[in-house]
């Protein structure tokens, strides 16, 4: 069973950068492929990025390419989002999230609160 923890969320102006970092536990971490969500205020869950094993990595959204980045280190067994340019849209709860071998997002973090002020 994979554990997942966030953190690096905080409050940051317009144009600011964050960089958040997940810690895995588990002994399947590096077969993973792990993934960012968020939900906005009154929005649904919806889907940011995500990398493979491998790296391979897979946007959600068309709209964060550029300003965005997802790597991991199998190494330390954390997943990282450096999200640069963040706009007030960007104002969620971000959970990292882990997919089964079988294509399921089955293990989730607790979330943390990511706040642009304009």
């Known amino acids: 069973q994979v554990q997942l923890a966030e953190t690096g969320g905080g409050l940051v102006q317009a144009g600011g950068s964050l960089l958040l970092s997940c810690s895995a536990s588990?002994?399947?971490?590096?077969?993973?492929?792990m993934g960012w969500f968020r939900r906005a205020p009154g929005k649904e869950r919806e889907f940011v990025v995500s990398i493979g094993n491998l790296g391979t990595r897979t946007f959600g959204l068309d709209s964060l390419k550029g300003r965005f980045f997802i790597s991991r280190d199998n190494a330390k067994n954390t997943v990282y989002l450096q999200m640069n340019m963040l706009q007030v849209e960007d104002t969620a709860v971000y959970y990292c999230a882990a997919q089964t071998s079988g294509g399921t997002w089955e293990y989730w973090g607790q979330g943390t609160q990511v706040t642009v002020s304009s």
């Open positions: 588990g002994p399947t971490f590096n077969s993973n492929r």
